[in-house]
């Protein structure tokens, strides 16, 4: 008898754990749907996006190699033939051209400063949303000649560190982008932004880390000569 209430009270239990999973998982779909407005059930780009994450928060210090991890994303989450960051200087009039992958890697690489006027640069740098054209050029925002010119459907979207905007991630394709593409890229570059705020972070610990320790030695060398060690 108390083999046959053992049986029941597990079987019970099993069946209230599948129900209080399946509620949850229900939830964490409902919040992701509300927090990224893809549809429920669409979970591959959420899986690249994480994917890409990861491989922005695995790049270390080294600027470059962040840059061309963020370019080659979001070429791939764009489904794109080129992709760049268009980095800014500090006084953000002109900009640069890292990690360039893709078709026009090579054709990119090297190239010398841009400045910064009026058109779609400047339109992300300020309005802080990403911008997608078609044909190469867009009436109201004009594209740099040398942007225009590498395909017809060009993605702009803004990279933001320290409450400031530092550059634009640039994706280039052939076909027209969707409302789905603009999702992804807006997710993106919040996850560029983040991590390029985490990368600046680990620097300003360490310069402060290595300060201390600069501090402390010095501490140490005036105490050793007051005691007359």
Request: proline share 3%; hydrophobic share 45%; net charge negative.
């Amino acid at each position: 008898m108390a083999s046959f209430e053992l049986t029941m009270l597990f079987s019970s239990l099993a069946l209230a754990a599948g129900w209080l999973l399946g509620r949850r998982r229900s939830n964490a779909a409902q919040t992701t749907e509300g927090k990224t407005g893809f549809p429920e059930g669409e979970t591959d780009e959420l899986l690249r996006l994480d994917v890409w994450m990861r491989q922005l928060m695995l790049s270390g210090r080294d600027r470059e190699h962040f840059y061309r991890q963020a370019a080659a994303g979001v070429m791939d989450l764009a489904e794109g033939n080129s992709a760049f960051v268009c980095l800014f200087n500090p006084e953000a009039t002109e900009f640069t051209v890292q990690g360039a992958v893709g078709d026009s890697a090579e054709t990119l690489t090297g190239r010398q400063a841009e400045p910064i006027a009026d058109g779609a640069i400047a339109w992300v740098m300020s309005h802080g949303e990403p911008l997608l054209t078609s044909g190469g050029t867009s009436a109201a925002q004009p594209l740099p000649d040398f942007i225009a010119q590498l395909g017809p459907a060009v993605a702009l979207a803004p990279i933001h560190c320290g409450g400031r905007s530092v550059g634009v991630l640039c994706a280039v394709r052939d076909v027209e982008w969707t409302d789905k593409d603009r999702q992804v890229l807006i997710i993106f570059g919040q996850k560029v932004s983040i991590a390029a705020e985490n990368m600046d972070l680990v620097k300003r610990l360490e310069r402060e880390r290595d300060l201390a320790e600069v501090t402390l030695q010095e501490f140490g060398t005036e105490t050793d000569v007051l005691i007359g060690i």
